[in-house]
T-cell receptor
Framework: DAGVTQSPTHLIKTRGQQVTLRCSPKSGHDTVSWYQQALGQGPQFIFQYYEEEERQRGNFPDRFSGHQFPNYSSELNVNALLLGDSALYLC???????????????FGNGTRLTVT | QKEVEQDPGPLSVPEGAIVSLNCTYSNSAFQYFMWYRQYSRKGPELLMYTYSSGNKEDGRFTAQVDKSSKYISLFIRDSQPSDSATYLCAMSERSGGSNYKLTFGKGTLLTVNP
């Protein structure tokens, strides 16, 4: 049973550039959420996608955008990178369809983004 | 005031010790409480998931929730070196669905010494 997979595992970008991170949810899951985890901090919610739409968004600027594909996989895009965007970006999946209101999040191992 | 407060530690204990990890929260709408374990360079792994006030036990782990005090705890009995990790408390207003987000504490770094 494949868990949540993310790519790439590490990425180094220069300030001002754009980056795209990818996520495949756990088999059977239809909802993808993205979290940012700065060093020494807990993960912070960026946004959640279900049925290819952004359903909920945390306190992140419009430079952060996403997409969900028909196969439930997802991308996180960050434009105009700042040094402060350096963090571990975590993708998490769960099941929403069918009224699954007891579906804890399962996390991938993340993409470590360094902005120089 | 942050919605979820967690003492970041670090916490260092000898093997076999009982470990107590705690979080407080301010948002009365939080109804679901989780503990995640995160090893270095890995994603968070769900350990415990609780809803009601009281205790929930799973092997060496016990999760405790006191909604009246807005306080949750995780106890680890007979701690092992393999328990060395960062422990994150997390909470949510909903248990799932398409509008579901977790609010995390900062995490407590635990080291269990052989």
């Amino acid at each position: 049973d494949a868990g949540v997979t993310q790519s790439p595992t590490h990425l180094i970008k220069t300030r001002g550039q754009q980056v795209t991170l990818r996520c495949s949810p756990k088999s059977g899951h239809d909802t993808v959420s993205w979290y940012q985890q700065a060093l020494g901090q807990g993960p912070q919610f960026i946004f959640q996608y279900y049925e290819e739409e952004e359903r909920q968004r945390g306190n992140f600027p419009d430079r952060f955008s996403g997409h969900q594909f028909p196969n439930y996989s997802s991308e996180l895009n960050v434009n105009a990178l700042l040094l402060g965007d350096s963090a571990l970006y975590l993708c998490a999946s769960s099941l929403a369809r069918g009224g699954s209101y007891n579906s804890p999040l399962h996390f991938g191992n993340g993409t470590r983004l360094t902005v120089t | 005031q942050k919605e979820v407060e967690q003492d970041p530690g670090p916490l260092s204990v000898p093997e076999g010790a009982i470990v107590s990890l705690n979080c407080t929260y301010s948002n009365s709408a939080f109804q679901y409480f989780m503990w995640y374990r995160q090893y270095s360079r890995k994603g968070p792994e769900l350990l415990m998931y609780t809803y009601s006030s009281g205790n929930k036990e799973d092997g060496r782990f016990t999760a405790q929730v006191d909604k009246s005090s807005k306080y949750i705890s995780l106890f680890i009995r007979d701690s092992q070196p393999s328990d060395s990790a960062t422990y994150l408390c997390a909470m949510s207003e909903r248990s799932g669905g398409s509008n579901y987000k977790l609010t995390f504490g900062k995490g407590t770094l635990l080291t269990v010494n052989p």
